[in-house]
Nanobody, 123 residues
Framework: EVQLVESGGGLVQAGGSLNVSCAAS????????IAWFRQAPGKEREGVSCISGHDGSTYYEDSVKGRFTISRDNAKKTVSLRMDNLKPEDTAVYFC????????????????WGQGAQVTVSS
């Protein structure tokens, strides 16, 4: 069974930094891309970033480019999202998922989402 478990996040002031991590099991990790999504209260879930399983290529949604950094450790089957210069509009629950490819990752919807990791940025 595919399992993706998010951890990390927390509360930080605007301009601060946080990390969220995704621990994977139940599938051949290096074959899959891993994408981060977020959902703010009252808003739709949106794709934030993706890292390819094929060659480690990274992709970012425009609003987080230059502030967020995605990385993966295939040996540990984890993906991390480092978030710097956080803004109040980054406040959301962050989820990870495993599309086969990062192409069009923002439209990917897994059969089941994890519990997510809360990120709260105060102004």
């Amino acid at each position: 069974e595919v399992q993706l478990v998010e951890s990390g996040g927390g509360l930080v002031q605007a301009g601060g930094s946080l990390n969220v991590s995704c621990a994977a099991s139940g599938f051949t990790f290096e074959w899959y891309s891993i994408a981060w999504f977020r959902q703010a209260p009252g808003k739709e879930r949106e794709g934030v970033s993706c890292i390819s399983g094929h060659d480690g290529s990274t992709y970012y949604e425009d609003s987080v480019k230059g502030r967020f950094t995605i990385s993966r450790d295939n040996a540990k089957k984890t993906v991390s999202l480092r978030m710097d210069n956080l803004k109040p509009e980054d406040t959301a629950v962050y989820f990870c998922a495993n599309p086969l490819s990062c192409e069009g990752f923002a439209k990917f919807r897994p059969s089941k989402w994890g519990q997510g990791a809360q990120v709260t940025v105060s102004s």
